[in-house]
Structure formats: C-alpha cells, structure tokens
Nanobody
C-alpha cells in the first residue's frame, strides 16, 4: 500500500509564492512517476505538472513559466514551487503517484493525458487560496 501526503498549502495574495511538498510512503520497491492535480470549486479536476522517473517534466499551459516541479533527495518526494500566483490558481491541490515499470511507462501528463485515469494513488489534498 502507498500513502500519499501533501503539505504546504495556504493563503497568499496575487503575485505571491507557495511551495507544496508531497511524500509517497511505501514499503515496496516499486517505482512511481508523480505529479500534481488541482480542483477548484465547481470545476473538474485538472492536471498541473508531473515529473517522470527520468527527469522529464510536463506542465499544463496555464502554469508554464510560473510553476516548477522537482524531486526531493528522498525517494518518492515531490515539490511544486508556485510563483506569481493568480486568483485562478485557487484550488485544492492533489499529489498523485502512478506505478511505472519496464513494460508500462508513465502516462500521466503525456500527450495532454491529464484526466488522472492512470494514477494509482492520490493524496488527501491541500488548499491553496490566492486573493486579488
């Protein structure tokens, strides 16, 4: 079993910055690509950014140039640095982990595949609120 936990959400004014953290805790030796999704009130969940096991990153257009996804030193640790935040970035942000292997590569975030259908494990979410 894998437990995914996010932290670092909060409230900021437009133009401010926040850094989200995520840890996927597991006792197995499986490998996961990881990413961030978000859901605003009354809207569908959408992808934000992902980091593949080879270091490849993908971002949705709305956050390119403002958000940066990176890995931590510990295994299965992920960060999302969010700069120049806008009110439309207000949402609950979820960390996601997708199992990968030699026969099944990471699919999350490739070819605009941001539905989350390939994600195996989700965090509980952390609230980000940006005021104008």
């Amino acid at each position: 079993q894998v437990q995914v936990m996010e932290s670092g959400g909060g409230s900021v004014q437009a133009g401010g910055s926040l850094r989200l953290s995520c840890v996927a805790s597991t006792y197995n030796t499986n490998t996961y690509c990881m990413g961030w999704f978000r859901q605003a009130p009354g809207k569908e969940r959408e992808g934000v950014a992902m980091l593949d096991t080879d270091g490849t990153t993908n971002y949705v257009d709305s956050v390119k140039g403002r958000f940066t996804v990176s890995k931590g030193n510990a295994k299965n640790t992920l960060y999302l640095q969010m700069n120049d935040l806008k009110p439309e970035d207000t949402a609950i942000y979820y960390c996601a982990a997708e199992l990968v292997g030699s026969d099944y590569p990471c699919l999350m975030g490739y070819g605009d595949r941001w539905s989350g259908e390939t994600v195996n494990y989700w965090g509980q979410g952390t609230q980000v609120t940006v005021s104008s």
